[in-house]
């Protein structure tokens, strides 16, 4: 039980981000993928890959505002499970979309920008997810935080791959980009200290105020 | 409504199956998609004299068109993966926010440039021009397909009846507006109502036809009810569903898709693999219910039938 009350958070964490994995398995064994079963499974990967990058991205800016130290440590766990998902993403679309055509391919990447740029997103990941190992991190010392950064710069190119890829309505894409950019700001040096800031006058206070209620309280 | 049971309905009395009166069939005796598929096969064995009532008059070699009857896509995929804005935006949401659409009555109003305006109720329409079965590749601009046998009559001979007047250069479409039933068009996003246009030469094109029917049925909601252009050598969103007034005009319409995007989504849409889209390939396409792509053909592969429609024109800048 003491385990367990350890550790629900992070195995929570991993069921929630598997659920979408094994609801595409499920659907696919009950011929429930639509009629256009390959875009499905595109749309659907690429939909969870960005989810959980955003909140991978919102675990630091959780812990400025509400000291939630538990959430930082899903921080690598959502970052993995955003690149698990936008490689599912990627190998349908050049795999499965497209079957490794190399002609096809150069039509479909090089041509369309927003096929480009989400490319560029994937990129971008690839090297995170391989250095996210205990072992990397101290090989990379202080350039592994530096090399780590990258990760806003891949949820900036997602979003925009986002925007770009639909067909007029762009409000869906411009809302995920607005929590992306709201989250990148919570970490503006004068944002966050002036959180943080906000936070201890905040605890001070309610100390105070509880500890004239206990003098009240006296005879 | 369209599954019921095959019982009771053989494949050779189907045959008798008139498609001029349709909307009258009790839903019992609808053509479910195995009997239509086994009476096409029944035709097909009965020799030409029975199926060449179904064959359009000497557009195909009946060769190419029994070949694409082959190719059918599956009923179930023409009926829930639906691009059809004024329900949902979710192809997979169109069907099940549809199915209450009243189509009768209808009426669809013909006016603007014509010598004899009208408003036409749809089961004039279907008495007043003859029924028949056009098997077409429908291209969406999406980069998927499909292969549908529809019900209908040349847009020509609706305009014949009409008979436009020399100022009249280009037909204007329109789809029934009312958010009420149609809860998609709430949504302010897109300029309503939905709105298509034709230049008057295409329109007459034998290939362009109005459909009421797809499988041998009257059209379901979701596909367009009670009344729809097909214009098969164009991408998918110039065939305008549910159509309730056409109006000969003297110039180009502004459609809705060229209002939203005037980028991507010109006035002749025609399909072509050389013109590019921002996003979608248009040099492939994937047909619904297979796995690899096909090359796609300049025209949808109608080429032959349209393509002098456009002679001069450079169809790279007129996309």
Not at chain 1, 36 to 45: G, M
Not at chain 1, 74 to 92: D, E, N, V, W
Not at chain 2, 245 to 274: R, T
Request: hydrophobic fraction near 45%.
């Amino acid at each position: 039980m003491a385990w367990l009350k350890r550790r629900w958070l992070p195995i929570l964490t991993h069921i929630g981000a598997l659920l979408p994995l094994a609801r595409l398995i499920w659907n696919f064994f009950h011929d429930q993928l639509t009629a256009n079963p390959i875009q499905y499974i595109t749309f659907q990967t690429g939909k969870s890959a960005l989810v959980l990058l955003v909140l991978a991205l919102a675990c630091t800016p959780l812990n400025t505002i509400f000291e939630l130290k538990r959430v930082v440590g899903l921080r690598k766990t959502l970052g993995l499970y955003a690149f698990l998902y936008a490689t599912l993403h990627f190998l349908t679309f050049v795999g499965l979309d497209y079957q490794f055509d190399p002609e096809l391919l150069k039509e479909a990447i090089f041509k369309k920008r927003y096929a480009l740029v989400g490319f560029a997103a994937f990129l971008t990941l690839l090297p995170l997810a391989i250095t996210s190992t205990k072992g990397w991190m101290r090989r990379l010392g202080k350039n592994w935080k530096r090399l780590h950064r990258l990760i806003y710069l891949a949820a900036l190119l997602v979003i925009i791959h986002f925007v770009w890829l639909v067909k007029s309505d762009i409000r869906e894409p411009l809302a995920y980009g607005a929590v992306v950019l709201l989250l990148l700001a919570l970490r503006l040096k004068t944002i966050r200290r002036a959180l943080v800031t906000l936070r201890e006058r905040l605890a001070t206070r309610r100390r105070n105020y509880n500890r004239v209620t206990f003098r009240e309280d006296l005879p | 409504m369209l599954s019921a049971q095959p019982t009771g309905v053989r494949s050779g009395a189907a045959v008798q199956f008139n498609g001029g009166d349709m909307k009258k069939i009790p839903s019992s005796e609808i053509t479910p998609e195995s009997v239509y598929l086994s009476r096409r096969r029944f035709i097909g064995t009965a020799g030409v004299l029975a199926g060449s009532a179904f064959l359009p008059s000497g557009l195909w070699a009946a060769d190419s068109y029994e070949e694409l009857r082959k190719e059918l896509t599956p009923l179930k995929a023409i009926m829930n993966y639906n691009n059809f804005y004024e329900f949902s935006t979710k192809k997979e949401d169109v069907a099940p926010l549809s199915q209450g659409f009243r189509t009768s009555p209808w009426s669809v109003k013909v006016g603007g440039h014509v010598g004899k305006p009208g408003t036409f109720d749809i089961d004039d329409i279907r008495k007043r021009f003859p029924q028949e079965e056009r098997v077409y590749r429908l291209r969406c601009v999406e980069s998927w397909s499909m292969v549908i046998p529809w019900m209908g009559f040349p847009l020509a001979a609706l305009l014949k009846a009409v008979e436009p007047t020399p100022k009249a250069k280009y037909l204007r479409f329109e789809t029934l507006q009312d958010s009420k039933q149609m809860p998609g068009q709430k949504s302010s996003w897109y300029s309503w109502p939905y709105v298509e246009g034709l230049r008057l030469d295409e329109a007459m094109n034998d290939l362009a036809i109005l459909a009421t029917g797809l499988y041998g049925n009257p059209l379901p909601p979701q596909n367009g009810a009670p009344i729809r252009l097909v214009v098969p050598w164009k991408y998918g969103f110039k065939s305008i569903k549910s159509i309730v007034k056409i109006d000969l005009v003297g110039s180009k319409p502004n459609s809705l898709w060229m209002q939203a995007a005037p980028n991507e989504y010109g006035f002749y849409a025609n399909v072509n693999p050389a013109v590019d889209h921002p996003r979608w390939s248009q040099a492939s396409e994937r047909r619904i219910g297979e796995f690899f792509r096909r090359k796609t053909l300049p025209f949808n592969g109608y080429a032959e039938q349209v393509a002098q429609l456009y002679a001069g024109m450079d169809l790279r800048r007129d996309f």
